[in-house]
């Protein structure tokens, strides 16, 4: 059996703790990231490490400092945490965020009425 070494248990519980938030099963989240399913698994477990770029091509999909990944959450609340995803994306998605809450709002608005 490999030996986990704790740096590896901390990202991985914090990269688990991120996928989760984003609504991620391992397996959407290894498409998104290039990993097997396996492999996920393995890393939120701390059975494995990642490499540098790994960790970039993780914070770039679920739009996650890589501070947060090496030292753990440090946002007081939701609000927070949406924040940082939101401050994160490239304009053109911040766009397409902004375009679909203005319809949710706005259908639930037309649902109080």
């Known amino acids: 059996m490999r030996e986990k070494k704790e740096i590896n248990v901390l990202m991985g519980d914090q990269i688990r703790i991120a996928r989760e938030q984003a609504g991620l099963t391992q397996e959407q989240f290894g498409a998104l990231v290039s990993l097997g399913a396996k492999n996920v698994s393995d890393i939120e477990r701390g059975l494995a490490g990642i ?5 970039k091509r993780i914070c770039e999909r679920l739009c996650v400092s890589g501070d ?3 030292f753990g959450e440090r946002t007081a609340n939701e609000i927070d945490y949406l924040t940082e995803r939101l401050s994160r994306l490239p304009k053109w998605k911040l766009e397409v965020v902004e375009d679909f809450l ?10 109080e009425r």
Request: glycine content about 0%; aromatic content about 16%.
């Open 102 to 111: 203005n319809q949710t709002f706005y259908f639930l608005e037309m649902m």
């Open 51 to 55: 490499s540098v770029s790994t960790l």
């Open 68 to 70: 947060r990944i090496l």
